[in-house]
């Protein structure tokens, strides 16, 4: 099983920006698949979910309105896109399955994480 993020980056406070995330390895479809994030000294915390099977998610309070995910079933990747993003929305992002109501203690398969950062 492979996850592979990209399209982390430095963006001003109020900007957007849109991860993606490449699954390999496993049926796509039959796994929930989302975002966490980490900031360094503070514990992973999920950041928003998705059940590509019945399009079903789940959003951490903090990002709920300003983030949606998504996902490609056909291209096997997973979108979160980040709007109205805050500084204290910086933090490394990390794309993981199993996803399931944002518990790190659920998750089976992680990525190697993409650094966010929002300027103030």
């Known amino acids: 099983v492979q996850l592979v993020e990209s399209g982390g980056g430095l963006v001003q406070a109020g900007g957007s920006l849109r991860l993606s995330c490449a699954a390999s390895?496993?049926?796509?479809?039959?796994?929930?698949i989302g975002w966490f994030r980490q900031v360094p000294g503070k514990e992973r915390e999920g950041v928003s979910c998705?059940?590509?099977?019945?399009?079903?998610?789940y959003y951490t309070d903090d990002v709920k309105g300003r983030f949606t995910i998504s996902t490609d079933n056909a291209k096997k990747k997973v979108y979160l896109q980040m709007n109205g993003l805050k500084p204290e929305d910086t933090a490394v992002y990390y794309c993981?399955?199993?996803?399931?109501?944002?518990?790190?203690?659920?998750?089976?398969?992680w990525g190697q994480g993409t650094q966010v950062t929002v300027s103030s």
């Open positions: 993981a399955a199993e996803c399931l109501d944002g518990l790190v203690s659920a998750v089976d398969y």
């Open positions: 390895g496993f049926v796509f479809d039959e796994h929930t």
């Open positions: 998705i059940d590509s099977s019945d399009g079903s998610t």
